[in-house]
């Protein structure tokens, strides 16, 4: 069979398994609409550490460990880790994985992190250069607050189109084998995309077009029409981003509204929580995956799944020089066969 | 065939070729030993743009469209590009792909991206996933010493065992097919190896252990001795780092002497260019790759190298709270078959 479909997709000839996936998040995560769900609730968002850099590691070793353990296997188990975040030089990854003595595929996706990493590891896998791969992405509020925008002690105010990045790491084992497991069949790579948007605190309109850019790629590269899929799922548009994409989809004659959820929309209540347009950070999507969609697809709530993480590669200096917000997002075929 | 072997090295069913390299540089590369070798030497560090940033994303773009043009593509004839850098969230690799329009998979290795970015690549192509992926790395001087160090105009003095980031870009073209090329056989992926070293001028003595992980890695996982290459060519390990490198292996039994070569001695004259201990930076070993290595193996004056970029993985926030430089490094074999 033919890998390689259209324009940047990927076809899995023995799809690979997702046979565990983690969540560990901060006390604001666990008091929002998903507490309870995620495996591991931390109230104390330093973690024991004595810095925000150190307490994200903190967070991604505990998700990489969380992770191997469900799947009942051992770290070293695993032929490759593959990681990001959205620290200067990937500091939460790097810091968090040493120590654990596997070869490391660190990645940059900003917050479509996940997703870039499931497509990878399932290439690794069905192109049969690992058994088992793990996956991970991690985001901390306090880490990304002082190093994009200004130190929280500013106390600054924050537009209603801003977002609130996710404390937590999300993290997936990917195997080649396995019985009954949600499989990767398709994976759809993201170009950069820029509208122009230069406002750093509208990353969900900035990355609404980079979502459909990809999602109607994979779309065409399948042959599969949206209503294929049961869920299709952003990672964190927010509320102003994902109002955008259904009217992006519209404008090509898609109608994604009864399929299309936003990790971003569903990890924080708005009102009671002051997080304006939603959550945002790589580890929005990856720890919603592990602790909303990862368990209906094993359940069967959910058969076909579409998930999109998002990303804005932005950073400090390139807004400071008035630069606009490159854009990415990667999709992620996951379906019960 | 079995395509894992041992530890995290992959080897290749059916090696995809390297069709073409090219390399782009500023002035100070230009006036090094190396000069007149490099497809494109700019005079402008600034390259014609208003910041030293943007400048290397220009680096980034001349860099792609010279390895495609040298392949007899379009750069639309790419699946992929992989490729980072070292500046914050990757903009030089993401706002020099921004207009490209291929599909994006951004990887951070500090300067051993473009090592990790070949041997991905390579899985790609062997796994049957793209039948062409342009994989490159980009660093800029002026841009690292503000982001690590200290800004340029402060006339901070260098201690020796300090390098120097090489400005440029150098980039790869790996192809499914071809007659004559010189062929990616294997791939060792990097463990993240960490001795303690604090010291953010010493990057090559952290570096080492690293490297001298991966090598051992490598000759153990494909039962290779050292002499089985020609060359064995680390990224940027300098004269300190190289010379803790030979002591390393020589611990472990191993005399790499007579093989071992390294981009960042290579780059510079320490004597006339005041470098201190070298080159470095991901241009460095992408750059010399492309300029030195790549047209040996073309002529066949080398039929085997193995190929080891370094990294460095940390950031001014790590180096401000204390931490030890966590470093990595990533084999790959390039043969004449």
């Known amino acids: 069979m033919n890998k390689k479909l259209g324009d940047g997709t990927s076809r899995f000839a023995d799809p690979p398994r997702i046979v565990s ?64 975040d959205l620290l200067n030089q990937s500091i939460g990854t790097t810091f968090g994985a040493r120590g654990l003595t596997r070869p490391l595929i ?14 990878l590891g399932a290439m690794m896998i069905d192109g049969g250069f690992a058994g088992r791969v793990i996956v991970g992405a991690s985001s901390h509020f306090c880490a990304a607050e002082r190093q994009f925008r200004f130190p929280l002690s500013m106390g600054t105010q924050r537009p209603p189109t801003s977002t609130w990045t996710v404390t937590g790491h999300g993290a997936a084992v990917l195997a080649s084998e396995g019985d009954g497991f949600p499989r990767i069949t398709h994976f759809t790579a993201g170009v950069i995309t820029d509208y122009g948007v230069t406002d750093a605190n509208n990353m969900g309109g900035a990355m609404a077009p980079a979502a459909w850019d990809v999602i109607a790629r994979h779309l065409r590269d399948t042959g599969r029409a949206p209503d294929y899929y049961d869920a299709i799922v952003t990672g964190d548009l927010g509320s102003v981003g994902s109002s955008l994409l259904l009217d992006l989809a519209r404008g090509d004659g898609a109608d994604l509204t009864g399929a299309h959820a936003d990790c971003g929309v569903m990890i924080y209540d708005p009102e009671k929580q002051d997080t304006h347009a939603g959550g945002s950070g790589c580890a929005c999507s990856a720890a919603t995956f592990a602790a909303v969609f990862y368990p209906k697809l094993r359940t069967r709530k959910l058969n076909r799944l579409l998930f999109v993480p998002t990303g804005a590669m932005l950073s400090a200096t390139s807004v400071q020089q008035g630069e606009s917000i490159p854009c990415v997002a990667y999709a992620v075929a996951i379906e019960n066969l």
């Open 21 to 84: 996936a983690a969540s560990v998040v901060g006390p604001k995560e666990a008091e929002g609409p998903l507490g309870g769900s995620f495996d591991a609730e931390i109230e104390d968002e330093m973690f024991g550490q004595e810095t925000w850099e150190r307490a994200e590691s903190a967070f991604t070793r505990r998700g990489i460990k969380l992770a191997a353990e469900k799947a009942g296997m051992e770290i070293g188990g695993a032929d490759f880790i593959i990681g990001g």
């Open 106 to 119: 660190g990645i940059y996706g900003a917050c479509s992190t996940f997703g870039e990493g499931l497509g």
